[in-house]
T-cell receptor
């Protein structure tokens, strides 16, 4: 299994531009999570999906952020317009329901976003 | 109530020593407590996890101790090695309700000196 695949690995963009981050979860996983990691705030859950349906988007910082999961093998996180304070590493993770409901997340390698 | 507080922020240990990282939570509805290990440039990876019906779980050199009454849990790394140098995150979730959501601590950067 190739694991959770994120693209791009690095993104540098100018303030005001649209940024789209992509994620391919592990086949058979029915949960997908988007996290943001910064030194100040650690790992923050932005949004998660179950069976392609958004379940909790309370962590999405503001309307500039949106996420979609059109099918079980693909998700996007979009920031429009981007701002310097959005600079962070964005992780996608997937998991599946297992015995006793344990969720062993598998994280991708992340996208390092820099907004200048 | 959703927060998980982790300490220390950073830790330096000599090779062969014991590394201890602590976490505390408020929400008694949490019933799943994993630890994740993250190396530079990589995503976090599941290291070990515990449920509140046991007080300790050991896997190799890694042990989770859980104190339900104090709402605290900790990771102990015995015989710490330079290869253990990484960032460690504790987390808390709701296994029984199947929400899938994990709340992470702030992370601890561990450096093991040779």
């Amino acid at each position: 299994d190739a694991g959770v695949i994120q693209s791009p690995r690095h993104e540098v963009t100018e303030m005001g531009q649209e940024v789209t981050l992509r994620c391919k979860p592990i086949s058979g996983h029915d949960y997908l999570f988007w996290y943001r990691q910064t030194m100040m705030r650690g790992l923050e859950l932005l949004i998660y999906f179950n069976n392609n349906v958004p379940i909790d988007d309370s962590g999405m910082p503001e309307d500039r952020f949106s996420a979609k999961m059109p099918n079980a093998s693909f998700s996007t996180l979009k920031i429009q317009p981007s701002e310097p304070r959005d600079s962070a590493v964005y992780f996608c993770a997937s998991s599946r329901l297992v015995r006793f409901g344990h969720h062993g997340y598998t994280f991708g390698s992340g996208t390092r976003l820099t907004v200048v | 109530q959703q927060q998980v507080k982790q300490s220390p922020q950073s830790l330096i240990v000599q090779k062969g020593g014991i590394s201890i990282i602590n976490c505390a939570y408020e929400n008694t509805a949490f019933d799943y407590f994993p630890w994740y290990q993250q190396f530079p440039g990589k995503g976090p990876a599941l290291l070990i996890a515990i449920r509140p019906d046991v007080s300790e779980k050991k896997e190799g050199r890694f042990t989770i101790s859980f104190n339900k009454s104090a709402k605290q849990f900790s990771l102990h790394i015995m015989d710490s090695q330079p290869g253990d140098s990484a960032t460690y995150f504790c987390a808390a979730g709701y296994a029984s309700s199947n929400t899938g959501k994990l709340i992470f601590g702030q992370g601890t950067t561990l450096q093991v000196k040779p």
